[in-house]
Protein backbone atom coordinates (compact mmCIF):
# COMPACT_ATOMS: atom_id res chain seq x y z
CA UNK A 1 0.00 0.00 0.00
CA UNK A 2 2.90 2.57 0.58
CA UNK A 3 6.44 1.84 0.77
CA UNK A 4 8.58 3.24 3.91
CA UNK A 5 12.20 3.90 4.28
CA UNK A 6 13.98 4.81 7.34
CA UNK A 7 16.93 6.91 7.36
CA UNK A 8 19.07 8.83 10.32
CA UNK A 9 20.34 6.13 12.62
CA UNK A 10 23.81 6.06 13.96
CA UNK A 11 26.00 5.70 16.85
CA UNK A 12 25.79 8.30 19.39
CA UNK A 13 27.05 8.69 23.23
CA UNK A 14 24.16 8.64 26.21
CA UNK A 15 22.98 12.08 26.39
CA UNK A 16 22.98 12.14 22.49
CA UNK A 17 20.25 12.82 20.21
CA UNK A 18 19.75 11.69 16.75
CA UNK A 19 16.26 12.12 14.47
CA UNK A 20 14.79 9.58 12.50
CA UNK A 21 13.21 10.33 9.35
CA UNK A 22 10.21 7.87 7.26
CA UNK A 23 10.13 8.76 4.25
CA UNK A 24 6.96 7.23 2.39
CA UNK A 25 5.99 6.75 -1.24
CA UNK A 26 3.51 4.94 -3.51
CA UNK A 27 0.56 6.96 -1.82
CA UNK A 28 -0.05 9.49 0.09
CA UNK A 29 -0.10 9.17 4.13
CA UNK A 30 -2.29 10.92 5.17
CA UNK A 31 -5.17 8.39 5.85
CA UNK A 32 -2.73 6.33 7.65
CA UNK A 33 -2.01 6.62 11.44
CA UNK A 34 2.02 6.46 11.44
CA UNK A 35 3.70 4.82 13.90
CA UNK A 36 7.58 4.10 15.46
CA UNK A 37 8.86 0.42 16.88
CA UNK A 38 12.00 -0.64 17.71
CA UNK A 39 13.37 -4.19 18.27
CA UNK A 40 16.72 -4.99 20.62
CA UNK A 41 19.18 -7.69 19.73
CA UNK A 42 17.55 -10.93 21.48
CA UNK A 43 14.09 -9.06 22.27
CA UNK A 44 10.80 -8.77 20.71
CA UNK A 45 9.61 -5.77 18.95
CA UNK A 46 8.18 -3.01 20.86
CA UNK A 47 5.83 0.06 20.51
CA UNK A 48 7.95 3.55 20.71
CA UNK A 49 5.38 6.17 19.51
CA UNK A 50 2.45 6.50 17.65
CA UNK A 51 0.82 9.81 15.22
CA UNK A 52 -2.65 10.07 14.08
CA UNK A 53 -3.70 11.23 10.63
CA UNK A 54 -4.35 14.77 10.54
CA UNK A 55 -4.86 15.95 14.11
CA UNK A 56 -1.55 14.75 15.12
CA UNK A 57 -2.60 13.27 17.94
CA UNK A 58 0.36 11.20 19.69
CA UNK A 59 1.22 8.50 22.09
CA UNK A 60 4.62 6.94 23.83
CA UNK A 61 5.66 4.12 25.76
CA UNK A 62 6.18 5.12 28.96
CA UNK A 63 10.26 4.52 28.74
CA UNK A 64 10.59 7.13 25.81
CA UNK A 65 7.57 9.76 27.27
CA UNK A 66 9.73 13.29 27.90
CA UNK A 67 12.72 12.25 25.77
CA UNK A 68 11.51 11.34 22.28
CA UNK A 69 8.91 13.42 19.66
CA UNK A 70 7.02 12.04 16.84
CA UNK A 71 5.62 13.88 14.64
CA UNK A 72 4.41 14.25 11.02
CA UNK A 73 4.94 16.55 7.49
CA UNK A 74 1.40 15.10 5.11
CA UNK A 75 2.76 17.47 2.68
CA UNK A 76 6.71 15.77 2.67
CA UNK A 77 5.34 12.26 2.65
CA UNK A 78 7.68 11.87 5.71
CA UNK A 79 7.31 11.35 9.61
CA UNK A 80 10.15 11.91 11.94
CA UNK A 81 11.23 10.72 15.53
CA UNK A 82 13.33 13.20 17.53
CA UNK A 83 15.35 11.45 20.09
CA UNK A 84 16.91 13.38 22.93
CA UNK A 85 18.75 12.36 26.19
CA UNK A 86 19.75 8.81 24.75
CA UNK A 87 20.20 5.69 26.64
CA UNK A 88 22.17 2.73 26.22
CA UNK A 89 19.16 0.86 26.26
CA UNK A 90 17.44 2.79 23.29
CA UNK A 91 19.90 0.49 21.53
CA UNK A 92 18.00 -0.99 18.58
CA UNK A 93 16.33 -1.11 15.49
CA UNK A 94 14.07 1.40 14.91
CA UNK A 95 10.79 0.54 11.93
CA UNK A 96 8.49 3.26 10.97
CA UNK A 97 4.88 1.31 10.28
CA UNK A 98 1.67 2.54 9.07
CA UNK A 99 -1.79 1.35 8.79
CA UNK A 100 -5.26 2.98 7.73
CA UNK A 101 -7.41 1.06 10.82
CA UNK A 102 -4.76 1.09 13.55
CA UNK A 103 -5.59 3.32 16.45
CA UNK A 104 -3.15 5.52 17.96
CA UNK A 105 -3.56 4.98 21.89
CA UNK A 106 -3.61 0.88 21.39
CA UNK A 107 -0.24 -0.31 21.52
CA UNK A 108 -1.00 -3.42 20.12
CA UNK A 109 -2.56 -2.49 17.33
CA UNK A 110 -0.94 -4.02 14.10
CA UNK A 111 0.78 -2.48 11.12
CA UNK A 112 0.12 -3.64 7.44
CA UNK A 113 2.90 -1.57 6.25
CA UNK A 114 6.91 -1.61 7.50
CA UNK A 115 10.27 -0.13 6.65
CA UNK A 116 13.26 -2.16 6.35
CA UNK A 117 14.67 -0.41 9.35
CA UNK A 118 17.45 1.79 10.98
CA UNK A 119 19.83 0.79 13.16
CA UNK A 120 20.35 3.04 16.50
CA UNK A 121 23.30 2.28 18.52
CA UNK A 122 23.62 4.45 22.04
CA UNK A 123 27.08 3.93 23.77
CA UNK A 124 27.58 4.26 27.60
Known amino acids: QVQLVESGGGLVQAGGSLRLSCAAS????????MAWFRQAPGKEREFVAA????????SYTDSVKGRFTISRDNARNTMYLQMNTLKPEDTAVYYC?????????????????WGQGTQVTVSS
Open 97 to 113: AADLQAVVGDFGSPYDN
Open 26 to 33: GRPISPFV
Open 51 to 58: ISRTDFTT
